[in-house]
Antibody
Framework: QVQLVQSGAEVKKPGASVKVSCKAS????????ISWVRQAPGQGLEWMGW????????NYAQKLQGRVTMTTDTSTSTAYMELRSLRSDDTAVYYC???????????WGQGTLVTVSS | QSALTQPPSASGSPGQSVTISCTGT?????????VSWYQQHPGKAPKLMIY???KRPSGVPDRFSGSKSGNTASLTVSGLQAEDEADYYC????????FGTGTKVTVL
């Protein structure tokens, strides 16, 4: 079955960087893009951006431009999201999901909690 | 891009129907037929329930239906069941993506 499995929880200090991985299985990785969505504690969903697993094209949310980088490794069917210059309000559960959004995001990874605290 | 507007809460008794609205603008909801809906239970990842306004992925019960009129999309859950109690989010694609503010559905 189609599955996305994310890396484990992270605790980072303000100003540091974090890199979250998302390993895909059960489908042809390069046939779909991967989107990243985050959810702060008790808050709603926020779209962060998308990367094409076919050619590496990206589209980032404007508010994260300059701080976020999304990449893929087609040899291992893994997508990565790196967020730099972390602040306390970056504390959230970070999800990867298959798709660009036009036909929805499906499925989703299990989520990775990133805690930013001094 | 501003978040799409959803009511904070909705409720209904078992067997009844509940409808959740999702209001955007002509630049997102109203301009494209790329509205999707997600169900999220506490501590779990979201699950796709509706895509392209009204299409259901395989495995999603036909009690869930979607529609759109102008800048407002809607999700209707008919024949409410206890397991439908969850948070629901809409999303619209318009080059980039934007989510709704979320609606907590309570089954009374």
């Amino acid at each position: 079955q189609v599955q996305l499995v994310q890396s484990g929880a992270e605790v980072k200090k303000p100003g540091a960087s974090v890199k979250v991985s998302c390993k895909a299985s059960g489908y042809t990785f390069t046939s779909y893009g991967i989107s990243w969505v985050r959810q702060a504690p008790g808050q709603g969903l926020e779209w962060m951006g998308w990367i094409s697993a076919y050619n590496g094209n990206t589209n980032y949310a404007q508010k994260l431009q300059g701080r976020v980088t999304m990449t893929t490794d087609t040899s291992t069917s893994t997508a990565y999201m790196e967020l730099r210059s972390l602040r306390s309000d970056d504390t959230a559960v970070y999800y990867c999901a298959r798709g660009r959004g036009m036909a929805g995001f499906d499925p989703w990874g299990q989520g990775t909690l990133v805690t930013v605290s001094s | 891009q501003s978040a799409l507007t959803q009511p904070p809460s909705a409720s209904g008794s078992p067997g009844q129907s509940v409808t959740i609205s999702c209001t955007g603008t002509s630049s997102d909801v109203g301009g494209y037929n790329y509205v999707s809906w997600y169900q999220q239970h506490p501590g779990k990842a979201p699950k796709l329930m509706i895509y392209e306004v009204s299409k259901r992925p395989s495995g999603v019960p036909d009690r869930f239906s979607g529609s759109k009129s102008g800048n407002t999309a809607s999700l209707t859950v008919s024949g409410l069941q206890a397991e439908d109690e969850a948070d629901y989010y809409c999303s619209s694609y318009a080059g980039s993506n934007v989510f709704g503010t979320g609606t907590k559905v309570t089954v009374l």
